[in-house]
Protein backbone atom coordinates (compact mmCIF):
# COMPACT_ATOMS: atom_id res chain seq x y z
CA UNK A 1 0.00 0.00 0.00
CA UNK A 2 3.03 2.50 0.61
CA UNK A 3 4.98 1.68 -1.69
CA UNK A 4 1.33 2.20 -4.75
CA UNK A 5 1.24 6.01 -3.38
CA UNK A 6 4.91 6.53 -3.06
CA UNK A 7 4.50 5.65 -7.02
CA UNK A 8 1.38 7.65 -7.39
CA UNK A 9 2.84 10.23 -5.84
CA UNK A 10 6.15 10.50 -7.41
CA UNK A 11 4.66 9.89 -11.06
CA UNK A 12 2.74 13.14 -10.29
CA UNK A 13 5.87 14.75 -9.39
CA UNK A 14 7.46 13.63 -13.09
CA UNK A 15 4.29 14.73 -15.02
CA UNK A 16 3.48 17.90 -13.26
CA UNK A 17 4.11 21.27 -15.66
CA UNK A 18 7.41 23.03 -14.15
CA UNK A 19 6.87 26.10 -15.53
CA UNK A 20 3.74 26.63 -13.42
CA UNK A 21 2.98 26.72 -9.45
CA UNK A 22 2.28 23.06 -8.40
CA UNK A 23 -0.56 22.67 -6.17
CA UNK A 24 0.27 20.13 -3.51
CA UNK A 25 -1.86 17.94 -0.86
CA UNK A 26 -1.48 15.09 0.89
CA UNK A 27 -3.26 12.54 2.27
CA UNK A 28 -3.34 9.84 5.00
CA UNK A 29 -3.98 6.40 3.84
CA UNK A 30 -3.61 4.64 7.12
CA UNK A 31 -6.36 6.25 8.73
CA UNK A 32 -8.49 5.98 5.76
CA UNK A 33 -8.67 2.23 5.60
CA UNK A 34 -8.72 2.40 9.07
CA UNK A 35 -12.65 3.61 8.46
CA UNK A 36 -13.22 1.64 5.86
CA UNK A 37 -15.26 -2.11 6.71
CA UNK A 38 -13.44 -3.68 3.79
CA UNK A 39 -10.64 -3.50 5.28
CA UNK A 40 -11.33 -4.25 8.24
CA UNK A 41 -12.89 -7.24 7.06
CA UNK A 42 -9.95 -8.23 5.18
CA UNK A 43 -8.23 -7.86 8.33
CA UNK A 44 -10.15 -9.98 10.42
CA UNK A 45 -10.05 -12.85 7.46
CA UNK A 46 -6.08 -12.72 7.60
CA UNK A 47 -6.14 -12.71 11.30
CA UNK A 48 -8.02 -16.09 11.04
CA UNK A 49 -5.91 -17.38 8.65
CA UNK A 50 -2.54 -16.45 10.30
CA UNK A 51 -4.17 -18.13 13.60
CA UNK A 52 -5.21 -21.42 12.01
CA UNK A 53 -1.45 -21.32 10.33
CA UNK A 54 0.35 -20.80 13.61
CA UNK A 55 -1.77 -23.01 15.23
CA UNK A 56 -0.08 -25.45 12.60
CA UNK A 57 3.53 -24.52 12.96
CA UNK A 58 2.80 -25.05 16.95
CA UNK A 59 1.53 -28.69 17.23
CA UNK A 60 4.22 -29.65 14.66
CA UNK A 61 6.71 -28.04 16.87
CA UNK A 62 4.85 -29.89 19.83
CA UNK A 63 5.82 -33.08 17.71
CA UNK A 64 9.70 -32.16 17.39
CA UNK A 65 10.13 -31.72 21.13
CA UNK A 66 8.47 -35.01 21.92
CA UNK A 67 10.63 -36.64 19.37
CA UNK A 68 13.41 -35.22 21.35
CA UNK A 69 12.43 -35.96 24.68
CA UNK A 70 12.32 -39.37 23.44
CA UNK A 71 15.64 -39.74 21.98
CA UNK A 72 16.64 -38.16 25.28
CA UNK A 73 15.34 -41.09 27.36
CA UNK A 74 15.94 -43.78 25.20
CA UNK A 75 19.46 -42.86 23.97
CA UNK A 76 21.50 -44.96 26.34
CA UNK A 77 19.79 -48.44 25.18
CA UNK A 78 20.02 -47.03 21.37
CA UNK A 79 22.20 -48.75 19.05
CA UNK A 80 24.36 -46.31 16.71
CA UNK A 81 22.11 -47.20 13.40
CA UNK A 82 18.88 -46.54 15.52
CA UNK A 83 20.58 -43.24 16.57
CA UNK A 84 21.57 -42.24 13.44
CA UNK A 85 17.97 -43.25 11.98
CA UNK A 86 16.15 -40.91 14.86
CA UNK A 87 18.29 -38.66 14.51
CA UNK A 88 17.47 -38.44 10.71
CA UNK A 89 13.80 -38.71 11.46
CA UNK A 90 14.33 -34.95 13.80
CA UNK A 91 16.42 -33.46 10.83
CA UNK A 92 13.54 -33.96 8.38
CA UNK A 93 10.97 -32.80 10.83
CA UNK A 94 12.67 -29.51 11.49
CA UNK A 95 13.02 -28.87 7.95
CA UNK A 96 9.69 -29.62 6.95
CA UNK A 97 8.39 -27.16 9.74
CA UNK A 98 11.17 -24.33 8.62
CA UNK A 99 9.35 -25.07 5.17
CA UNK A 100 6.05 -24.44 5.90
CA UNK A 101 6.98 -21.42 7.79
CA UNK A 102 8.49 -20.29 5.54
CA UNK A 103 5.80 -20.69 2.81
CA UNK A 104 3.28 -19.47 4.83
CA UNK A 105 4.80 -16.29 6.90
CA UNK A 106 8.07 -15.49 4.33
CA UNK A 107 8.74 -13.17 2.38
CA UNK A 108 5.73 -13.34 -0.35
CA UNK A 109 4.74 -16.04 1.38
CA UNK A 110 0.72 -17.36 1.20
CA UNK A 111 0.19 -14.15 4.18
CA UNK A 112 1.44 -12.00 1.85
CA UNK A 113 -0.12 -13.08 -1.12
CA UNK A 114 -3.22 -12.96 0.24
CA UNK A 115 -3.06 -9.60 2.16
CA UNK A 116 -2.41 -8.60 -1.37
CA UNK A 117 -5.59 -10.04 -2.80
CA UNK A 118 -7.84 -8.87 0.16
CA UNK A 119 -6.01 -5.45 -0.07
CA UNK A 120 -6.31 -4.81 -3.57
CA UNK A 121 -10.34 -3.33 -3.87
CA UNK A 122 -9.79 -1.67 -0.99
CA UNK A 123 -6.92 0.23 -2.47
CA UNK A 124 -8.67 0.71 -5.88
CA UNK A 125 -11.28 2.28 -3.92
CA UNK A 126 -9.20 4.55 -2.45
CA UNK A 127 -6.99 5.66 -5.62
CA UNK A 128 -10.36 6.30 -7.62
CA UNK A 129 -11.61 8.70 -4.54
CA UNK A 130 -7.80 10.19 -5.06
CA UNK A 131 -8.28 10.85 -8.49
CA UNK A 132 -11.49 12.54 -8.17
CA UNK A 133 -10.41 14.79 -5.49
CA UNK A 134 -6.94 15.94 -6.87
CA UNK A 135 -9.32 16.54 -10.44
CA UNK A 136 -11.49 19.03 -8.04
CA UNK A 137 -9.12 20.90 -6.08
CA UNK A 138 -6.63 20.73 -9.21
CA UNK A 139 -4.08 19.47 -7.45
CA UNK A 140 -0.86 18.52 -9.42
CA UNK A 141 0.57 16.21 -6.81
CA UNK A 142 -0.74 14.37 -4.00
CA UNK A 143 1.90 12.53 -1.41
CA UNK A 144 1.00 9.91 1.17
CA UNK A 145 1.64 10.63 4.81
CA UNK A 146 1.55 6.73 6.48
CA UNK A 147 4.56 6.02 3.10
CA UNK A 148 8.09 5.76 3.90
CA UNK A 149 8.46 9.36 2.16
CA UNK A 150 9.53 11.24 4.83
CA UNK A 151 7.68 14.14 6.21
CA UNK A 152 9.03 16.36 8.57
CA UNK A 153 6.06 18.99 8.63
CA UNK A 154 2.80 18.41 7.08
CA UNK A 155 0.58 21.95 7.41
CA UNK A 156 -3.14 21.45 7.80
CA UNK A 157 -4.02 23.48 5.10
CA UNK A 158 -3.08 20.70 2.04
CA UNK A 159 -4.50 17.45 4.01
CA UNK A 160 -7.01 16.20 1.90
CA UNK A 161 -7.71 13.25 3.62
CA UNK A 162 -11.05 13.99 4.92
CA UNK A 163 -12.23 15.04 1.08
CA UNK A 164 -11.05 11.29 0.10
CA UNK A 165 -13.50 10.45 2.73
CA UNK A 166 -16.34 12.10 1.58
CA UNK A 167 -15.39 10.42 -1.89
CA UNK A 168 -16.06 7.38 0.11
CA UNK A 169 -18.78 8.35 2.25
CA UNK A 170 -16.72 7.82 5.11
CA UNK A 171 -16.23 12.02 6.05
CA UNK A 172 -16.57 12.77 9.59
CA UNK A 173 -19.54 15.09 10.06
CA UNK A 174 -17.77 17.32 12.66
CA UNK A 175 -14.23 17.79 10.27
CA UNK A 176 -14.10 20.74 7.76
CA UNK A 177 -16.95 22.52 9.22
CA UNK A 178 -16.74 26.10 11.03
CA UNK A 179 -17.07 25.17 14.90
CA UNK A 180 -20.01 25.82 16.58
CA UNK A 181 -20.89 29.48 18.83
CA UNK A 182 -20.66 29.53 22.00
CA UNK A 183 -23.12 31.87 24.44
CA UNK A 184 -21.50 35.17 24.28
CA UNK A 185 -20.54 36.22 27.96
CA UNK A 186 -20.15 39.84 29.47
CA UNK A 187 -17.79 40.31 31.99
CA UNK A 188 -17.66 43.06 34.12
CA UNK A 189 -15.21 45.24 34.68
CA UNK A 190 -12.92 45.29 38.05
CA UNK A 191 -13.60 48.66 40.08
CA UNK A 192 -10.84 51.01 40.12
CA UNK A 193 -9.70 52.30 43.50
CA UNK A 194 -11.11 55.76 43.61
CA UNK A 195 -14.38 54.26 42.61
CA UNK A 196 -14.01 51.54 45.66
CA UNK A 197 -13.20 54.82 48.10
CA UNK A 198 -16.23 56.86 46.68
CA UNK A 199 -18.15 53.47 47.27
CA UNK A 200 -17.25 53.13 50.92
CA UNK A 201 -17.68 56.66 51.51
CA UNK A 202 -20.87 56.43 50.46
CA UNK A 203 -21.82 53.28 52.47
CA UNK A 204 -20.76 54.37 55.68
CA UNK A 205 -22.41 57.56 55.49
CA UNK A 206 -25.64 55.77 54.74
CA UNK A 207 -24.59 52.98 57.93
CA UNK A 208 -24.23 56.90 60.08
CA UNK A 209 -27.73 58.03 59.10
CA UNK A 210 -29.19 54.86 59.44
CA UNK A 211 -27.95 53.60 62.94
CA UNK A 212 -27.90 57.57 64.29
CA UNK A 213 -24.59 59.07 66.26
CA UNK A 214 -22.36 56.86 68.31
CA UNK A 215 -23.48 55.36 71.43
CA UNK A 216 -20.94 57.32 74.78
CA UNK A 217 -19.16 54.33 76.11
CA UNK A 218 -21.06 53.47 79.97
CA UNK A 219 -20.07 55.54 82.94
CA UNK A 220 -19.31 58.93 80.44
CA UNK A 221 -21.55 62.16 81.69
CA UNK A 222 -22.78 63.64 79.01
CA UNK A 223 -22.66 67.63 79.30
CA UNK A 224 -26.12 69.27 79.09
CA UNK A 225 -27.10 72.26 77.51
CA UNK A 226 -26.67 74.59 80.42
CA UNK A 227 -23.81 76.89 80.49
CA UNK A 228 -21.14 76.20 83.44
Request: contains cysteine; positive net charge; proline residues 7%.
Given at each position: ??????????????????A????????????????????????????????????????Q????????????????????????????????????????????????????????????????????A??????????????????D??????????????????????????????G????V??????????????????T???????????E?????????????
Open positions: MKRFFCAFAFLGLLTAGPQAQRLGYIDTEFIMSKMPEYAQAQTELNKLSDTWQKEIEAQKDIDKMYRTYQAEEVVLTEPMKKKRQDEMLKKEQELKAYRTKQFGYEGQIFKKRQELNKPVQDKIFEVEKVVKAKKLDIVLDKASLTMIYTNPTFDYTEYVLEELGLASPDRNQPPKGPRTVTPPKTPAANAATKATDSQFESDSGPPAPAGTKTRTGTKP
